[in-house]
């Protein structure tokens, strides 16, 4: 397996940040034409709504990720664009045709299941040229397609093996050759990376990349890494209880989650409970018993005074040092109980008198960096004011 | 350079030695698993096959056992006599009732197995599709009839089957017909009987092999723009395979040597080997002729199955 992507070795925890395009895209500008626009879609099992009223909108060319755990209904979403499900009610759009009532077989869209769902009885051709066949095109066309698509994939040379044959990897380029050869208007793609090895998996997500950008297919892919969702998505809805909680791009699902469960979800993060004390236009002040400080956020949020809020702080945020720093609005003193040296960052965790624990992680810029912090030091934890984020959900 | 052929003749000749001793050692373990199951065939298979065809090569006697030897000897005149009589097996074949017999055991075998793959097939379809506490029930139900004695069951066919039975006796009343059909005695009788008789071991290899498909396959394949059917097709049935074949060769093969069911129920006219075997037996006591019957249908029936394996055995293979 050759690949023309090399990859940096990422910090544990903080996913890489998503390739920016120059061009604006498509979901910012304003009045644009979504490709698959979902509205108001619910689906019951008997008692269990597995799908809760959601409404979205993805527009051409995307990577959309559908991140979230087992139950939260991401892979129900799916099967209904597939057509395996049906909606309980709201509508599926796709390209402008309401999906309602066309069956699997007659839908613009192709899948690329999670077990692969290879047919063992026929070759990698025969797997791949399937699909065209039913098109009822003619052999020779079926050949040479389905010799690109296998040559896209780098397995142009395992035409003729069963899938039985095939490594887990290949496995994988054969469904996603399988699911592309008919030139689907939409793609989805169910745990792609799930079943393949670490180091398989970060190769493969950015061919899968590659492949996207390549031919112009519109994606939807649904996962529960947050990893693999960050890295490959332009947009992530993040989905819990069959709703989506947020949708953004990668980078402000991390920076600006909207709610306690997006910020759990996606990273580390410390969330110190506390009370609005001071609510100014673009600024709030914030009394944490949790933190036992009163801590200063510069943006403004819109809440009821009193109002109980979390303070969000990423780790990565936070800087550790025995001497109190001078200026800073946000600052916290506790006592390191554990430390654990990864190489390129330490993990502090930081017990605060209220009880609290504390996770900080600092980059380890020279080397005896990471020494001169040890357990039962006492140590001052401070921030700037826009590292940290109010959730008031 | 002689010691260095010389070392590795010694080096080469010592891997030998220890690959034969690990070949000798694996044999050993493999051969004390099989050893139950191979004595077994050779004492209630192979051997009783061999005085089978012992007795298909000598002559018919009135005596007891009523066949020659093959071989006598004297010993004071010193000679061994082996006479081995192949006109049984000529007359197998220049006879056209036996080769007639056979055509018509294997034809009415052959469409008593289609007929049970086209009545299992949706049985087993759908108990390996139901759910998997009615899947129990289902298949307990399809074994039920092993419970009651394979000779009342056929019995019971010709209550229903016979002139006054109770399917003419129902078509008579409802006035769908008004002379009562002939269907004990004929070929129809037989067919009932051997497609009834072996539905259960159609079933259970078609059920093992449905149940254990993966049904995202056909997901996958609707995906790919394959309808339902189309996809019965070139998925289910691909993926049943297994199960078709087993179920086939455990219906196939006792069919064609199937005496009672022909016995009971079929007619004067229905030609089939199990009958001709019984009758060269039992009423003819031409037992060399019974035996050469019995090799021959053993062969019949033992190349197609070999030739099936063999060519299994090379798909798997490549």
Redesign the interface.
């Known amino acids: 397996m050759t690949s023309t992507v090399t990859i940096e070795p990422q910090p544990d925890s903080v996913p890489a940040a998503s390739p920016q395009t120059s061009k604006m895209p498509l979901w910012k500008q304003e009045g644009a034409k979504p490709f698959l626009r979902i509205e108001n879609v619910t689906k019951k099992f008997g008692e269990f709504t597995a799908v809760d009223n959601i409404s979205l909108d993805i527009y051409k060319n995307e990577l959309f990720c559908l991140l979230g755990g087992s139950g939260s209904g991401k892979s129900t979403l799916l099967r209904m664009l597939a057509g395996f499900e049906s909606p309980t009610s709201g509508r599926i759009i796709i390209d402008g045709v309401d999906m309602a009532g066309i069956q699997p077989w007659k839908r613009p869209v192709n899948m690329m299941f999670q077990s692969y769902a290879l047919f063992p009885h026929l070759s990698v051709e025969e797997n791949v040229a399937f699909g065209l066949k039913r098109e009822g095109l003619d052999r020779s066309e079926v050949k040479q397609r389905v010799a690109e698509m296998l040559e896209m994939v780098q397995l142009g040379h395992l035409g003729k093996r069963k899938p039985d044959q095939l490594s887990g990897g290949q496995r994988q380029r054969v469904a996603l050759a399988r699911s592309l050869v008919k030139r689907p208007k939409l793609l989805l793609l169910d745990e792609p990376l799930g079943a393949l090895d670490k180091k398989l998996r970060e190769e493969t997500q950015f061919e899968l990349i590659n492949i996207q950008e390549e031919l112009g297919v519109t994606f939807v892919v649904v996962t529960h890494d947050q990893e693999e969702a960050m890295t490959l998505a332009s947009r992530i809805g993040v989905m819990n209880h069959g709703v989506i909680v947020q949708t953004a791009e990668p980078h402000d699902v991390y920076e600006y989650p909207n709610s306690r469960f997006v910020a759990e979800f996606i990273g580390s993060v410390n969330l110190f409970e506390g009370r609005v004390i001071e609510d100014l236009p673009d600024s709030v002040r914030i009394d944490s018993k949790d933190a036992g400080a009163v801590l200063f956020v510069n943006h403004g949020i819109s809440c009821a005074p009193n109002q109980k809020v979390h303070v969000a702080l990423r780790p990565e945020k936070t800087q550790i040092s025995k001497e109190k720093p001078e200026g800073q609005q946000n600052c916290i003193k506790g006592v390191i109980e554990e430390t654990a040296y990864m190489g390129s960052l330490s993990v502090y965790r930081v017990r605060l008198a209220s009880g609290m624990e504390v996770r900080v992680t600092q980059p380890n810029t020279t080397r005896d960096l990471g020494a001169r912090l040890t357990w039962n030091d006492e140590v001052y934890l401070y921030w700037d004011e826009d590292s940290s984020v109010v959730l008031t959900s | 350079m002689s010691t260095q052929t010389g070392s590795a003749w010694v080096e080469g000749s010592g891997s030998r030695l220890a690959k034969y001793n690990i070949f000798k050692r694996l044999n050993w373990g493999r051969f004390s698993v099989i050893a139950v199951p191979m004595l077994w065939l050779a004492v209630f298979f192979f051997i009783p096959f061999l005085v089978v065809f012992k007795i298909s090569l000598s002559e018919t006697a009135i005596a007891v056992p009523p066949y020659t030897a093959l071989l006598d000897w004297n010993l004071d005149e010193a000679f061994i006599n082996l006479k081995l009589n192949l006109g049984n097996y000529l007359f197998l074949f220049e006879d056209s009732f036996y080769i007639d017999a056979y055509l018509s055991s294997i034809k009415i075998a052959a469409i008593s197995t289609v007929l049970t793959l086209l009545i299992a097939f949706p049985i087993a379809y759908m108990i390996a599709r139901s759910k998997p506490t009615t899947r129990a029930l289902l298949l307990s139900l399809v074994i039920l009839p092993f419970w009651t004695s394979f000779l009342l069951r056929v019995y019971a066919w010709m209550g229903f089957l016979k002139k006054n039975g109770l399917i003419n006796e129902f078509l008579l009343s409802t006035g769908i017909i008004d002379q009562p059909l002939i269907m004990l005695q004929t070929d129809f009788a037989v067919y009932v009987g051997i497609v009834y008789t072996y539905l259960p071991f159609m079933v259970l290899p078609l059920y093992s092999a449905l149940e254990k498909m993966?049904l995202?396959?056909l997901?996958?394949?609707?995906?790919?723009?394959?309808?339902p059917a189309?996809s019965f097709f070139?998925?289910t049935v691909?993926?049943a395979?297994p199960g078709i074949i087993a179920g086939c060769m455990l219906v196939f093969i006792p069919a064609v040597g199937e005496f009672v069911i022909p016995a009971l129920l079929g007619g004067s006219d229905t030609l089939m080997i199990g009958r001709v075997l019984w009758d060269e037996f039992f009423l003819n006591r031409d037992w060399p002729m019974a035996s050469a019957v019995a090799v021959v249908m053993l062969i019949v029936l033992v190349l197609p199955i070999m030739m099936i394996r063999n060519s299994q055995g090379k798909e798997e293979a490549v």
């Open positions: 993966d995202t396959l997901e996958a394949a609707e995906d790919l723009g394959s309808r189309t070139l998925i691909p993926m395979m």
